[in-house]
């Protein structure tokens, strides 16, 4: 009982170091990303503003989910600090992700708009592009809260055999 003890503390140890790297590594991950929701429209646009410095960073990241997604009716587009459009997509799944090169300093906009009068729900990001590093903390933390959950897997199938040996 002993064994099956300590692999029980150690598992659940696990999940909580897990459980908190995650949501730090979530943290470090987007921090410098700007995040804005709302319903967007033929009448009404979703505008997300970011402020980028090109001297740290050559290149910008954006995504868009839309609930409710119907082909066609959406685009997006990033304007630079002088209000021209650097890049413009037509949305034609429910989520995306594009790159962007930043060559000023000053303010972004994500814009997104559309051509139904129904009213979804939209989720949009802008920023920088998360390097390597960061996105590494992410994946050791998933990865330390699947061992701790196979660990409390393993000491529920070895309790419930040891049960039935003293049975």
């Known amino acids: 009982m002993q ?6 503390i150690s598992s ?8 908190l790297l995650l949501v730090l590594g979530n943290q470090i991950i987007l921090e410098g990303i700007n995040q804005g929701d709302g319903k967007v429209s033929s009448s009404q646009t979703l505008t997300i503003p970011v402020d980028f410095d090109s001297q740290e960073t050559e290149i910008g990241i954006f995504a868009v989910q839309i609930m409710e997604f119907k082909d066609n009716t959406f685009s997006a587009k990033v304007l630079d600090p002088f209000d021209s459009e650097i890049i413009a997509q037509i949305i034609n799944e429910e989520t995306i992700e594009k790159e962007f090169d930043v060559l000023e300093t000053g303010t972004y906009k994500l814009i997104i708009e559309s051509t139904s009068n129904e009213e979804p729900m939209v989720f949009a990001a802008i920023g920088l592009l998360p390097d390597t590093n960061k996105q590494l903390l ?9 061992i701790g ?3 409390l897997v393993v000491v529920g199938i070895c309790g419930v055999k040891n049960r039935r040996k003293s049975i």
């Open 3 to 8: 064994k099956s003890g300590i692999m029980l």
């Open 12 to 19: 659940a140890a696990l999940i909580a170091v897990g459980l």
């Open 138 to 146: 992410g994946f050791v933390s998933l990865v330390i809260l699947v």
């Open 149 to 151: 959950m196979i660990g």
